[in-house]
Every structure is written in C-alpha cells, then in structure tokens.
C-alpha cells in the first residue's frame, strides 16, 4: 500500500513517505498522504487524487473535492477520468471542467463528449471560450471524430493562433 501511496504523492512532487520512520510511524500513512495531496499547491493534485481513488481505494467523494479546489495541474482532465472509471456525475464534470483555471479544459471538453456523452454543443462552446490549454487541437478532433464543422473549427483554430493559447 506504501508504494501506490508513494506512486499517488509523485503527481505533486513528493519524494514518498519512508517506511517505519517519520510521520508514518506515529500516523496512518493514508492520511498523511490525503492531507499532503489536498494541501498541496503544485505539480498535479487533481491526478494524484484520482490516483488514490485507483490505487489505494480513497472516496470517489474526496476526490472529486480535491479536484474542485486544484489550483494547479489539470483538474479538467481528472474531472473526465473520474466520470470516465469512477462514476462522476457528467454534470459534475462539466462544472469543473467550465471553471478551470489551469490545464486543458478544451481538450477535456472534446473527451468528455467522445466518451462521456456530453453534449457536443456544450463542448463546442467550451472549446471556443478556453483562454487556456490547446483548443486548436480540441477543434481538430471534435471535427474528425464528432462531426463538428471544419468552418467552426478553423474559427477556433485562428482564435486560439491569435490569442496565444495553442
């Protein structure tokens, strides 16, 4: 279990915890790992917590939390594994993917309506209004693999050359 943990902890930078030494000692490991995962403020909280959901059984409820509340990393792209694997709620999803602020949330628009039924409307507009991420590269496969216009995709595709964000 030390070693998913540890697996868990790399997404946000952590070195591990050392077996039968430091905080581990005196309190469960698990909970060290929680703590360190919904404080910390780098590298990919939001994947670490969908990671503890895979590897060492933590609440799909906590990590859905802790992927609200990722101020860095890609807290989008776990939103969409979490519907994807650990059955989120798609609106859910939609919510945390509409208000990220770090990540791709383009892309992630794009996934969730090839494998999670969201409404392609919905993920157009997404997609159109992401300042941050790839959106160009979003366009291009809503158009190959859900039938999204190519006009659209190249307004998009020019949107995002002029604002920086590809």
């Known amino acids: 279990m030390l070693s998913n943990i540890n697996a868990c902890l790399k997404e946000i930078?952590?070195?591990?915890?050392?077996?039968?030494?430091?905080?581990?000692?005196?309190?469960?490991p698990y909970e060290v790992a929680v703590k360190l995962i919904e404080e910390a403020q780098?590298?990919?909280?939001?994947?670490?917590a969908v990671n503890m959901v895979r590897y060492c059984d933590a609440p799909r409820e906590w990590a859905?939390?802790?992927?609200?509340?990722?101020?860095?990393?890609?807290?989008?792209?776990?939103?969409?594994?979490?519907?994807?694997?650990?059955?989120?709620?798609?609106?859910?999803?939609?919510?945390?993917?509409e208000r990220a602020q770090t990540g791709d949330p383009a892309y992630a628009a794009f996934e969730l309506a090839l494998c999670c039924r969201a409404?392609?409307?919905?993920a157009q507009k997404v997609i159109k209004n992401a300042k941050i991420g790839d959106p160009a590269r979003a366009a291009v496969d809503m158009v190959r693999y859900l039938g999204a216009s190519r006009k659209w995709a190249e307004e998009v595709i020019t949107q995002a050359q002029q604002a920086g964000t590809q």
Not at 42 to 48: K, T, Y
């Open 42 to 48: 780098v590298g990919d909280p939001a994947w670490a």
């Open 64 to 97: 859905e939390g802790v992927i609200e509340r990722a101020q860095v990393g890609d807290p989008a792209n776990a939103a969409v594994e979490m519907v994807w694997r650990y059955g989120s709620s798609r609106e859910w999803a939609e919510g945390v993917i």
């Open 119 to 122: 409404s392609r409307r919905w």
């Open 13 to 28: 930078g952590h070195c591990g915890l050392p077996e039968d030494e430091g905080p581990c000692c005196v309190v469960d």
